[in-house]
């Protein structure tokens, strides 16, 4: 029995699928202006662990990812700058050249993460029509006004607006949203479709119904959720920042077009913290998987790192912890050199303790400290289609190193303790730990 815990309800549910063995989820995909940060990653990761291990539950999933390439601006008040337009201004690029670039970027990141690919990536700007008449059926139904900057979505009309994450709509939304545009009815209201600027040319608009312009941000997954998952859907995923704004925007859409909310498990993954703070790319730099890459560590010591937090609790990332998730990450490959001293029933006995912990709300904190207790490969290697850790990979050892290593073997045989001493010496200055067994010796990179 698989249980999350869902935003919509405030408490731990068991999952029930709308359709046996189908899992049908929405994935809030990157807005491609720019590089995807850890934090971003830290999201993707979470939303990986939870298809693995409904995988493992025995169900099908088909998953829709959204890339946003049109419409993000850069205020959640539906004010300033487009990120894509933004992004095409700062690289002396085009929106379309700066939109493949980061989608690109993006899906490598995703592959380096071992992070399961989408049955589905949407794009936004290829959904134009999609979302068009979707703001059509809102309006039918008598949700919308016409303001001089756009066409916007009245929450006064619908009962219960922000009921995910418990807004205020008499004031303000817990803080986070301000009123800039006097001609909006009500603070919370939302932009559905975006008039062109008067002063110059946008390099993505559309012409509609309304005028010429572009879509607000939150219509295109109401939009392609609904194309591709039909009006109800079982899981709908994303960082917790889009617990306040967007996804009680998405909810609200769904609601007017359709009478129904979209998804029945939403979930959502917490912040990774940077020196305290949160990492954001408003910051002006930011970490990004090749930071890592050249220091030194693996796109997999990262995912290890993001899976010793729960995925509802903030995660430090520090240089000290990244260290400690490598070296973490070497010894339990190199458990496959240790004979296990566990018997059959002691191994049926952690494996339903693991996918216990894993089945309640994606604990793979405690499920990995099940694994470290047990100390046992086979056990790594059962539950490597949710972790997904490459524990057969072995840092590949260059042959002068493993022609010394087999030297300094024969020298240590022949009682030739000094020169084997010196080998040792100059195999791990050259970056490589040896370390002798029963069988010989294994290298292995530090």
Request: charged letters at 30%; hydrophobic letters at 35%.
């Amino acid at each position: 029995m698989v249980k999350f815990y869902n935003s919509l309800g405030k408490e731990k549910q068991e999952f029930k699928p709308i359709a046996d063995n189908q899992v049908k989820m929405y994935v809030c995909g990157p807005t491609v202006y720019d590089y995807a940060h850890l934090g971003n990653l830290r999201t993707y990761i979470f939303e990986d662990i939870l298809r693995r291990v409904l995988e493992l539950s025995g169900y099908k999933i088909t998953e829709v990812m959204n890339i946003t390439d049109v419409g993000h601006l850069t205020s959640d008040e539906d004010t300033g700058e487009d990120k894509i337009e933004k992004g095409a201004a700062r690289e002396n690029q085009s929106v379309w050249e700066i939109a493949e670039k980061y989608t690109k970027a993006f899906k490598e990141d995703l592959k380096e993460l071992n992070i399961e690919t989408p049955e589905i990536f949407s794009k936004a700007t290829d959904h134009i029509e999609d979302q068009i008449e979707f703001i059509k059926k809102i309006e039918e139904n008598g949700f919308v006004y016409k303001t001089s900057d756009g066409i916007y979505f009245d929450t006064s009309k619908l009962k219960d607006y922000g009921k995910l994450a418990n807004l205020n709509v008499e004031g303000q939304l817990t803080g986070t949203r301000i009123e800039e545009n006097k001609e909006k009815k009500n603070p919370a209201d939302f932009a559905l479709w975006k008039f062109s600027p008067t002063d110059h040319q946008r390099q993505m608009e559309w012409e509609s119904p309304w005028g010429k312009g572009f879509p607000g941000w939150h219509i295109e997954c109401s939009a392609m959720s609904t194309k591709y998952l039909g009006e109800q859907f079982d899981i709908h995923t994303g960082g917790v920042d889009h617990l306040t704004v967007h996804h009680p925007n998405e909810i609200a859409q769904s609601e007017a077009a359709n009478g129904k909310i979209p998804a029945n498990y939403w979930l959502h993954g917490e912040f990774l913290l940077e020196e305290g703070g949160k990492m954001a790319k408003s910051k002006g730099s930011f970490l990004r998987l090749s930071t890592l890459v050249e220091k030194g560590f693996e796109p997999l010591a990262y995912r290890y790192l993001a899976l010793t937090a729960h995925y509802r609790s903030k995660l430090n990332f520090t240089w000290a912890g990244i260290e400690g998730a490598q070296n973490t990450l070497k010894s339990i490959r190199k458990l496959k050199d240790i004979e296990t001293k566990l018997t059959t029933e002691q191994k049926t006995e952690y494996i339903q303790k693991i996918k216990d912990a894993l089945n309640d709300d994606l604990d793979t904190p405690k499920a990995l400290a099940i694994l470290h207790q047990a100390q046992d490969f086979f056990l790594w290697q059962e539950f490597e289609p949710v972790f997904a850790l490459d524990l057969e990979k072995q840092a590949k050892i260059p042959v002068e190193i493993e022609q010394k290593a087999k030297e300094r073997d024969e020298a240590r045989k022949a009682g030739d303790y000094a020169k084997a001493d010196e080998l040792r010496k100059e195999i791990e200055a050259a970056g490589f730990n040896l370390e002798d067994n029963s069988s010989g010796f294994v290298i292995s990179k530090k």
